[in-house]
């Protein structure tokens, strides 16, 4: 009897979720017709293997960005702190095991994580602010840290693992960086869906002061997706150096653009409180296959960036118009 | 005389809840028209739809006999009604005469400020009014009250036909009062017509020529005010009681103490003592500015507090945040009800645990068939109206936004529950409901303090009253006897 009313309850959750995601697959819909009509490659077995492994880095990083949406922050640093991990392991490689260089890596990426969480959470300043300024911080700590060079790793001993990472393939078929994102998005979904964190972030988001005034240690709970997001900033700038094969100061760049406009074009809200998690998967793929057949088509670099400007704005007005919907 | 205004069958509905039950009245062009009730008695719904605030379900307005329709706030500015409000509205960086100037036509030539004639033109309206504030004074530098004073200043350049004055007095001093009561006679001398309101009755016998009395969104009576005395108003004003929506109260006394507050001293409150035994309803009445709510949030730990200390069963606590509070036993239920109370996005099941989220979730994962049945038992058992557990509370009524509250409180068990204003903007039914739950916490040996503004309710359900004004315990009632409104009444305004 109980189970029963459970399930036609999931029932209704799912649907809920689908419901609250209309527009983003719409779009998603839309934008695949259009690019299997535009580009006979498109559809391709290898044109989609390659192109799940191109989003790999933003969609790790994404899963962060989300959760830092969720409680109505913003995250600017990400790119500068891919960047910071990505040469910090390039360096390491050359002395340490490739383990313990990439775990370092990502480590240092936490703590850049803890450090916008506590300067937003504990001395208040404003997320843009505060990010913005480790944004900086941590690009002159790439360049700095390199000497504005860039590192090949693939000359020094004992890299074969740090290549599996960046270039292997698991089973023969499934490439690494697209098993972890995949990992990283199914522990994200966990998360966000039946964890503590995850119910606090949308309660911080949705009425920080109702949440506090029920108990709720807001200052805590407010650093951990700040940490969370570090965590997978270092990773995506690990993951991304594997792949490239170099360590460069100036890689990154523009991830955090990517990594908002991908979350906020899966339908979550920039004032905080709403979004599903699924539109992270869906909003990452948007962008990914525009990207995808822009290419394909032979578009060049600076106008598919005049456009990514513009599905910015477009998201941004069309979640405006729901929120103004709601009121 | 000519009726300047005519007001004739306005309706008023917040969802549920009817805020004003088909208002007439007549406004005479010159005279000051007081306008006297309760909180919560419609006064100001009343005048936002004067002031174009807020829009009238039914009804006509007359506006010197043609029928008006007022849109917006800026339609009712063209029509000549202005509003001061309680709290003034101004740019603190700027200077006392640009702030009077700001929205004026003859502020800039040509794109430029011509500083001398704004600052000269801005001086003569000051001395005009007889207030004592230099023109080229930053605001900021300026108090609360002087603020409020400029404004009203503002106000009067745009030779209103109406004024509106909403509680001007509530941060005034007793001089400002006086330079306030100047610039009113003068604008009655000019011929204006005043709307006053406000809760100190002895204002109200000095200046107006009328006072209509309000009361549960009716208009009541209008009494000439010839011969009135304070009695007869507050009779107006509170009417019949209904005592039947209140439970039965159960006998004292309570002897076992559950919370005991001693020398509360913060920048609003001062000195204030008291304890609450288990089982016992506690009711704190008092005006508006009274500082009910910051004694509230300074028990809570919201607020910081100068001197004083707390004893839970006897035991001295620290409390420095809500979450140390609610590990004390503590649970406030607040009066903002959207701002502080429900996470309006998320569903009833979440904001109800919220209330003790620990128990719900093991190593950080959400314990799922506990949290659920728990829910829906609770949503059963105080009748929240919602086709699921899952229904945002954005989606609910005021009553039922308020019971989701009460289920979150009853989840965090507390051993103390603050009720800060729990039946405001919600209908009679789940009124009656919410105070039946109130007996029932009680009755469990749960210590209840309500925090309201509705005397009636506050005497209906509190085992003993204690009385706020400006901050400090003016009375403490603790004979059922004792507690009429006529007492609370003479606590709350006493000497002033």
Known sequence: ??????????????????????????????????????????????????????????????????????????????????????????????????????????????????????????????????????????????????SAKTIQWTGFDNVAGFKMLGGGRLFGFLPVPTLIWILVFALTVILIKFSKFGRICYAIGGNEEAARLSGIKTGFYKVLPYAFTGLLAGLGGVVLAARLGVGSPASGDGLEMDCITAVVVGGTSLSGGSGNVLGILIGAFILAIITNILNLCNVPAYPQQMLKGAIIIAAVILSTIKEKKKQ | MNRILSL???????????????????????????????????????????????????????????????????????????????????????????????????????????????????????????????????????????????????????????????????????????????????????????????????????????????????MVTVLENKNLTNDMLVNHMLGRKLTTMFPQKRKGPFPEEAIRIEGFTNENIHDISFRVGKGEILGIVGLVGSKRTELARAIYGIDRLESGSVYMEGTPVKIRSPYEAIKNGIFLAPEDRKGEGVVAERSIKENVTYGDINRFFSFGMVKRRQETEYVNEIKEQIHIKAPSIETLCRQLSGGNQQKVVVAKALTAKPKVLIFDEPTQGIDVGAKAEIYTLIHQLAGQGTAVIVISSETEEAIGIADRLLVMREGRISGMLTEEQDMTSENIIAFMYRSN
Request: hydrophobic share 45%; with cysteine.
């Open chain 1, 1 to 146: 009897m109980a189970g029963k009313k459970e399930e036609t309850k999931e029932l209704s959750g799912f649907s809920q979720a689908l419901k609250s995601q209309m527009i983003p697959l719409a779009v998603l819909v839309l934008i695949i017709v259009i690019s299997s009509a535009a580009s006979p490659v498109f559809l391709t077995k290898s044109n989609f293997e390659n192109l799940v492994l191109q989003m790999a880095v933003s969609m790790i990083v994404s899963c962060g960005m989300f959760t830092i949406l969720l409680t109505g922050g913003i995250d600017l640093s990400v790119g500068s702190v891919a960047a910071v991990a990505g040469v910090m392991a390039s360096t390491w490689l050359e002395s340490h095991h490739w383990a313990a260089a990439g775990f370092m890596a990502v480590l240092v990426g936490t703590l850049f994580g803890i450090l916008n969480g506590l300067l937003v959470s504990k001395l208040k300043v404003a997320p843009f602010i505060t990010t913005l300024g480790t944004m900086y911080f941590a690009r002159g700590m790439a360049y700095w840290f390199t």
């Open chain 2, 8 to 218: 004739k069958g306005i309706e008023k509905y917040f969802q549920a809840v009817h805020a004003l039950k088909k208002i007439d009245l007549d406004i005479y062009e010159g005279e000051t028209l007081a306008l006297v009730g309760e909180n919560g008695a419609g006064k100001s719904t009343l005048m936002k739809i004067l002031t174009g605030a807020h829009k009238k379900d039914a009804g006509t307005i007359l506006l010197n006999g043609k029928e008006t329709e007022i849109g917006s706030p800026l339609q009712a500015k063209r029509l000549g009604i202005y509003q001061a409000y309680q709290r003034a509205e101004y740019v603190p960086e700027l200077t006392v005469a640009e702030n009077i100037f700001l929205g004026e036509k003859g502020y800039t030539k040509g794109g430029f400020v011509p500083w001398k004639a704004v600052y000269a033109k801005a001086q003569q309206s000051l001395d005009e009014y007889g207030l004592p504030i230099r023109a080229k004074t930053k605001m900021k530098d300026l108090s609360v009250a002087q603020c409020q004073l400029v404004t009203i200043v503002k106000m009067l350049r745009q030779n209103p036909r109406i004024v509106i004055f909403d509680e001007p007095t509530a941060v005034l001093s007793d001089n400002e009062v006086d330079i306030l009561f100047r610039m009113i006679e003068q604008i009655q001398a000019a011929g204006t017509t005043i709307i006053y309101i406000s809760h100190r009755l002895e204002e109200i016998f000095k200046i107006s020529h009328r006072v209509a009395v309000m009361r549960d969104g009716a």
